[in-house]
């Protein structure tokens, strides 16, 4: 009788811990107002708006119930360990918070901000082991593709871009699902195409070939360029990163370098747009040029300290300013570069802090997830979706993007790279433990050397 209460209650608690996973992911992934109207949303509408405070409201009670729920995890003394440099980021975001235009709305967002990437590392510890893991993501993905394409299909005014639409008229045609742009649609369908390869290599083939390639149709509707240039080659760079992890880094960290001064010395250097055009490239890249030469003046100003976090951008003080009447720029919704968002946010610092945590630490740890062999279908998974939004952030802000997937999955690939490096804490992570061999010389060595 007391097996079966035992059995019972795991049954309780797996069905619960799925449903939980289920929530968080749909959270992100859906959002509350899928299928958005395009000419109900205005540019000016400010970060602390009625429906970013709803959303606060939902990651708070959502974090509380992730944060108890981990509590009863035998893993719960991994949760914070990624923790230590965000602490510092968060203290130095804090205090530059003090010189924005509104401290307490600059205050709240970085405790949401804290509160989704511990939503994104405690949702790798959920599932009970790999195999739910990727069942989960079955469900997820094919929910989630399957309402953009019903979009397509049955509310074609909202899931694709209209001639009729307030703004972008010039993306009549190409399909946004139930995410409100292209550009966001375009990549999650990415990092769908790299969930499917991976749900395949874990045991469902033709459910993760299925999911890979209805999300890679939908790429190549959304009309988003970067994202669809850029799958083909993530892939590559991921291989070449496997194989030789070493070239992989450098192609990593001169492409970044690279493609950032390219981006931004186009935006200021006349001379320099004019060789890129004679070249037959857009020097302008869709006008972001006019975002980065406002975005660099106004970091000029203040270098060290920046703007305060999320507190530049459609602000009252930049819609008065002199600059509204010079350039459109002032109407953008961020600098559609993740790097000099950064910037505005905290001055160099920020940057600093942001580069060392989101690419240096997970390339140390890549070279370590990749020499172990630890679940190699699960580290090439995130190192995917890690180099993926690296090269995305050079053409768009997804670092901080707390609503939407894009932030939110690349939280996931951080965070697992991590655990992947560390092989012999895998023993204790309930999502990776499939992978983890105590039998093996190999994993038994590294799980000494954890301890």
């Given amino acids: 009788m007391a097996d079966m209460r035992k059995t019972a209650k795991v049954e309780r608690s797996t069905t619960f811990a799925a449903l939980l996973f289920l929530a968080v992911f749909g959270y992100f992934w859906v959002g509350l107002n899928p299928f958005p109207d395009p000419n109900a949303i205005s540019l000016a509408t400010p970060y602390g708006g009625t429906s970013n405070v709803l959303n606060q409201l939902i990651v708070i009670a959502m974090s509380a119930v992730v944060l108890a729920t981990m509590l009863q995890n035998p893993a719960r003394h991994l949760l914070l360990r990624p923790y230590g ?93 139930h995410f409100g742009h292209k550009n966001v649609a375009a990549a ?57 992890t070493s070239f992989g880094t450098v192609i990593l960290v001169g492409g970044l370098a690279s493609l950032n001064i390219i981006l931004l010395t186009a935006a200021i250097s006349q001379s320099f747009s004019a060789l890129l055009a004679s070249a037959g490239i857009d020097a302008t890249f869709t006008d972001r040029g006019s975002i980065w030469r406002l975005a660099l003046s106004a970091i000029a100003e203040r270098p060290l300290l920046g703007y305060g976090f999320q507190s530049f951008w459609q602000t009252d003080a930049l819609f008065n300013s002199g600059q ?85 999955t690349m939280l996931i690939a951080v965070f697992g790279l991590r655990l992947q490096a560390n092989a012999g804490l895998v023993a204790n992570a309930p999502a990776l433990k499939a992978s983890f061999d105590p039998a093996s010389p190999h994993d038994a060595a590294v799980l000494r050397k954890a301890r």
């Fill in 85 to 177: 440099l965000l602490i510092c980021l968060l203290v130095w975001l804090l205090f530059t918070g003090l010189f924005a235009g509104d401290p307490s709305a600059a205050f709240r967002r970085i405790v949401f901000a804290i509160l989704v990437c511990l939503c994104a590392n405690a949702l790798l510890f959920i599932p009970r082991d790999g195999q739910q893991f990727a069942k989960l993501m079955c469900i997820g993905l094919s929910f989630t593709i399957g309402l953009s394409y019903m979009g397509v299909i049955a509310l074609p005014h909202l899931a694709i871009h209209q001639a009729s639409d307030a703004l972008e008229q010039s993306l009549a045609g190409d399909w946004r699902g």
């Fill in 188 to 244: 999650a369908m990415v990092y769908a195409v790299f969930f499917g390869f991976y749900i395949a290599k874990a045991g469902h083939g033709r459910l993760g070939m299925l999911i890979a390639l209805s999300a890679g149709f939908f790429v190549l509707h959304a009309g988003g360029k970067t994202s669809a240039a850029m799958l083909p080659a993530i892939l590559l760079l991921a291989w070449i990163f496997e194989r030789w």
């Fill in 324 to 408: 509204a009447m010079t350039t459109w720029a002032v109407t953008a919704a961020n600098s559609h570069n993740g790097y000099v968002e950064q910037l505005i946010n905290g001055g160099i610092p920020a940057l600093t802090m942001v580069v060392i945590w989101l690419v240096i630490l997970p390339i140390v740890h890549a070279h370590r997830a990749l020499a172990g062999k630890n679940d190699l279908a699960l580290t090439r998974l995130f190192l995917r979706i890690w180099l993926f939004s690296l090269f995305l952030a050079c053409l768009e802000s997804p670092f901080f993007g707390n609503s939407g997937p894009i932030w939110f």
